[in-house]
DNA sequence: CACCGTTTCTACAACGTTGTAGGCAACGTT
DNA sequence: AACGTTGCCTACAACGTTGTAGAAACGGTG
């Protein structure tokens, strides 16, 4: 039932590679005879074989988008934008979901993928360089700063500045003792290292103690893993009056664990996240954040992929920065 | 910088074919040259090339999930389940969102995968029958109930029920005057019809009186829409002692919305939802709701899919329903 | 009218893979 | 010694597409 080139062009009675001309577009056709090419692919509702294509073209038109997890909302969101960015240069986007493995990280960056799409656009927890290092050929763009002086193009944001401006947010509203939530081992997170040093980068200029008391690490970035952190804080007898959260959905589980502890946000604890996620916009209250460009950062991952594509594969790597903004709501605001 | 079978056949001193044989796992090949061509596989850090492969044998090994949105958390959760079940078949899963716009739908349906994947898993939201009547081939599993008795294979849950049985908890809590937020024109949800059906049946049944102004319209159901018609239901002066989102996110937007009138949840309004996103275990209160088991609908849809793809492609379409049960949380305790 | 460039179309080969058919040894059986 | 069987391997063709080369028809120019 399914038709090629072959068929169509029978039925139009001229040679098969008319029919892929009239596809393709190409110019030097008579206007009768791609009409009557046109109405046989429409009478056999013929399509291309994009397999066939994109042996012969060395093309597929589908990139892959690898994220750790899409139920982390920040991940689907950005998903979404990806997927837009992508179809401004009619590319289908391939979602691929890793689980922050790094086994499944690393059969994602150079295996299964391989040969189906063009490029890979990869927000890697687990890889390091050297796993990067031994890939060959397929482009890729790295979003976030897990793999530093990698091998590949990357968006970052500032990590440092945010975390720092989001702390003196806290600090200018007159909090004095500030809870850090998500710190992982270096070797884990880049992310949490990096915001972690915003947060006593901000301490230090204020003047104001580094206790690593308040300091409560997370290895994964859930509501559940900030929960847990939360209560731990608040049973160890460190009473906070502020806590920065590494990321959203550890903040709407801190804000879980202080409400069940009977506190109040923000009159007795307030809280701010880091991504900007939908849920933040609607929790109670509602949550003071990073905001990144999420649309930014999409386009411009796939921008830099393009010109991987397009331009010299062995050019020098690039890294683009995306902006972000401070979002001020009812977790710390009425204070 | 990327080798073929020729390549590899080359270094090991064999022919093309007997590398195929090896890559493929056929027995009949000396242990030798099996090692000698493994060694030189790994040498040259040989893949295969999907595209050619599925050329040759019709297959590609990936099938895709098209959901409307990827940050509905709904869609997220259940696509991760959908990419585990997958992989017990060795299946990639390509995401592909259609934002629920008709048009994309059937170029997804129908187009832009063609040739490129094996089946099709799919959660329409503007289709209608006669669109994918008109679709050749891929074989598909449809998931929910926007298309009925449509030309594929279907995973269900029994919407209906659901609905009666999660009106009756709050009708059971006391509640008399009990909402609905969520209902669409019935061209355009088929959940939204049936979860509305649920309701007035157990109305009906508690001798309870069926008031249309309780029914508040949603054409997205998002936070916000919910937010904005629960706004609605309270200016418009009725006054409710309960509301039934149809979803999760509607309940999330409506809890928003009754914070920020001061009514307390669930002591002045009780509050349940639909889908068990987990944004509503965290929740402040936390959300009641129906729960489907999404990881047994993704199971039953892989599985039917399987069985399309190995079996008769012209067999009678099947439908299977899938398990769910009601989650009580703190949006309707206390009462 | 001979010539040349352009337009329109076609035949062929190739992309990298695997199924089919078959060849050649080595072995066991008659 | 002749024969069939099995194990191991190879040559060839084909999957559906498009780039290349070039043929045929056409129009304009000297």
């Known amino acids: 039932m399914r038709h090629r080139l072959k068929d169509v062009a029978e039925r139009a009675g001229v040679s098969v590679k008319t029919v892929s001309n009239v596809v393709n577009g190409y110019v030097h056709v008579r206007p009768d005879t791609r009409a009557r090419v ?90 390091t360089a050297e796993d990067l290092a031994s890939l060959d050929g397929t ?5 976030g700063e897990r ?21 003196e947010h806290l600090i200018k509203l007159g909090h004095r003792r500030i809870a850090a ?10 992310s949490a290292r990096l915001r972690l040093a915003g947060y006593t980068d901000a301490l230090r200029a204020a003047g104001l103690d580094y206790d690593e008391t308040l300091v409560a690490p997370a290895s994964a970035w859930h509501r559940a893993d900030g929960a847990a952190a939360m209560r731990a804080l608040l ?29 109040r946000v923000p009159e007795d604890v307030a809280v701010v996240g880091f991504d900007d996620i939908e849920d933040g916009r609607f929790s109670i209250p509602t949550l003071s954040t990073v905001a990144p460009d999420k649309e930014r950062i999409a386009q411009l991952a796939v921008e830099l992929l393009a010109n991987r594509l397009d331009g010299d594969r062995a050019a020098p790597t690039k890294e683009l920065s995306a902006p972000y903004r401070l979002e001020i709501r009812e977790s710390t605001q009425g204070r």
């Not at 793999?147 to 720092?164: F, L």
């Not at 939530?181 to 880049?190: M, V």
């Open 38 to 127: 046109e109405e046989a692919i429409a009478e056999l509702n013929y399509r291309p074989n994009l397999s066939a294509r994109h042996l012969r073209k060395g093309r597929t038109g589908v990139i892959a988008l690898a994220v750790p997890e899409l139920d982390i909302p920040y991940f689907a969101e950005l998903a979404r934008h990806v997927v837009t960015a992508a179809a401004a240069y009619g590319w289908t986007v391939l979602i691929d979901q890793t689980g922050g493995r790094r086994e499944q990280e690393r059969v994602v960056a150079s295996g299964i993928t391989d040969h189906l799409i063009d490029g890979l656009i990869f927000s890697p927890l687990a890889l």
């Open 139 to 143: 482009p890729m763009v790295l979003l």
């Open 147 to 167: 793999v530093e002086h990698g091998p590949a193009d990357r968006v970052v944001i500032d990590n440092v500045t945010a975390a720092r401006e989001i702390t």
């Open 181 to 190: 939530i998500g710190s992982q081992r270096t070797d884990e997170g880049a």
């Open 235 to 263: 049973t160890s007898g460190v009473r906070p009056d502020a806590v920065f959260c590494f990321n959203d959905t550890l903040a709407l589980g801190a804000l879980r664990a202080l409400h069940e502890a009977g506190l």
